[in-house]
């Protein structure tokens, strides 16, 4: 595919039907979504994963986004090679993390593969891929802090201003190409897979009446002692 496809078109055409689809969803289940739980089954691995996965990805996309947002504050940063050098050591250890996480949460839904959907193979491995592929950025192409600023940071303002440079991207080594490129794949994913519980604010627990939960056993037998008995 040309660049002018992957960087001034397939954007926007991810992020339409990132919006639309999400909306259209969330019309459809009255406002909620919903999503098939294994937690039951098996939550050891779940949380291990989860927390490392969400740990590493939230604090590296933290990061992307205020360079995008405020270039010359994150420029002014980095200005300092003592601040640059821990940035990137930072976020090899983030993306580590994030690797960790996502092959972790792989190899749960192997184990539990009669409640694994299609659709959460493909987001797994596309996730694995994302992760992957930063990691590999951060460890060859060092200094990405910088350079970032010189041509993701300005390709991403331009896509906001509807006039694309694609030129800033051009540039770039494949293994960059195919890490934004399978971004934006996942973003057109939301509203078909599990990711779209993304989209969720949950901010009605703020005010909402705590749930009683009580749990329904069958009666021991008699002259056996229930499992509470002290």
Do not use: C
Request: no cysteine; charged share 10%; proline share 6%.
């Amino acid at each position: 595919m040309s660049d002018t496809f992957l960087f001034a078109v397939f954007p926007y055409l991810a992020t339409v039907f990132a919006v639309g689809g999400a909306i259209y969803r969330r019309r459809a289940l009255g406002g909620s979504v919903s999503a098939r739980s294994s937690q039951l089954i098996e939550g050891r691995a779940l949380r291990w994963g989860s927390i490392a996965w969400h740990h590493g990805i939230l604090a590296i996309l933290a990061a992307h986004l205020l360079a995008a947002v405020a270039p010359g504050a994150w420029g002014r940063l980095l200005g300092a090679p003592a601040r640059l050098y821990a940035l990137e050591l930072t976020g090899m250890a983030l993306a580590m993390l994030a690797v960790f996480g996502i092959a972790l949460l792989l190899v749960r839904r192997a184990a539990l593969a009669r409640l694994t959907a299609p659709m959460d193979w493909v987001v797994l491995s596309l996730l694995l891929v994302q992760a992957a592929t930063g990691l590999w950025i951060a460890y060859a192409l060092r200094w990405g802090g910088l350079w970032y600023l010189h041509t993701a940071a300005p390709w991403l303002a331009s896509l906001a201003t509807l006039s694309p440079r694609v030129d800033a991207m051009a540039v770039l080594p494949p293994v960059v190409k195919v890490h934004v490129v399978n971004a934006f794949l996942l973003l057109a994913l939301v509203p078909v897979s599990r990711l779209v519980h993304a989209t969720s604010l949950p901010l009605a627990y703020l005010w909402r009446a705590p749930q009683r939960v009580v749990w329904r056993r069958a009666p021991a037998p008699s002259g056996v002692p229930s499992h509470d008995a002290r």
